[in-house]
C-alpha cells in the first residue's frame, strides 16, 4: 500500500497528464444506502466528463414519462405497491447512447408481477408472473 501511495504522490506532484487518460467508476447512493447511480469519468475531475451507465428508481413510478419511458406501455402505478422496492431502471448500451428502460411492479404481498422493458429490437419484453395462493409462482409469461 505504501509504494501504491508513494507512486500517486510522485505521478502528482510531477504534473504529468497520465492521471488525465484514467477512467474511473462512481457510485451514488440515496438517504437509504441504496444504489442510484453508477457510471464513469474519466480524468481527475468527476464533474468534468460523468457518464451515468446504470440510474435506478425505488419506491414510486415518478420516472416514467419524463425518462424516455413512454406512458403507454410504461404506466405509472398508483397502488404504492411500490413502496421500498426497485422500481425501476435504466441501462446505457456499451458503446452508445442507447439506454434500455425497465420498470416492475408489485403486488400488496410485496411480490414482483409485472417488468416492462424496451429492447433494441424497438420493442417492448413484458412478464408477468401469477401467484398461488401459498405464495409460490403459478405462471410466467
Known amino acids: 500500500m505504501q509504494d501504491y501511495i508513494r507512486t500517486l504522490r510522485m505521478l502528482n506532484s510531477t504534473g504529468t497528464s497520465y492521471l488525465d487518460n ?3 467508476m462512481y457510485y451514488l447512493y440515496d438517504s437509504l444506502g441504496r444504489l442510484t ?3 464513469e469519468y474519466t480524468g481527475k475531475n ?9 440510474q435506478s428508481y425505488y419506491d414510486g413510478y415518478g420516472f416514467v414519462g419524463g425518462t424516455g419511458l413512454p ?3 410504461f404506466t405509472k402505478d398508483t397502488s404504492g405497491y411500490g413502496r421500498g422496492s ?11 447512447s442507447t439506454k434500455i ?5 408489485y403486488d400488496i404481498k410485496g411480490r414482483m408481477t409485472k417488468s416492462v422493458q424496451n429492447n433494441l429490437l424497438s420493442g417492448y ?17
Open 37 to 39: 447511480l453508477q457510471g
Open 86 to 96: 426497485l422500481t425501476g431502471s435504466a441501462v446505457t448500451v456499451f458503446g452508445s
Open 125 to 141: 419484453d413484458i412478464t408477468s408472473t401469477v401467484y398461488t395462493f401459498s405464495d409460490k409462482p403459478s405462471g410466467v409469461t
Open 46 to 54: 468527476p464533474s468534468s466528463s460523468p457518464t451515468v451507465l446504470v
Open 101 to 105: 428502460y425497465k420498470a416492475f411492479y
Open 22 to 24: 484514467i477512467s474511473y
Open 71 to 73: 406512458t403507454d406501455q
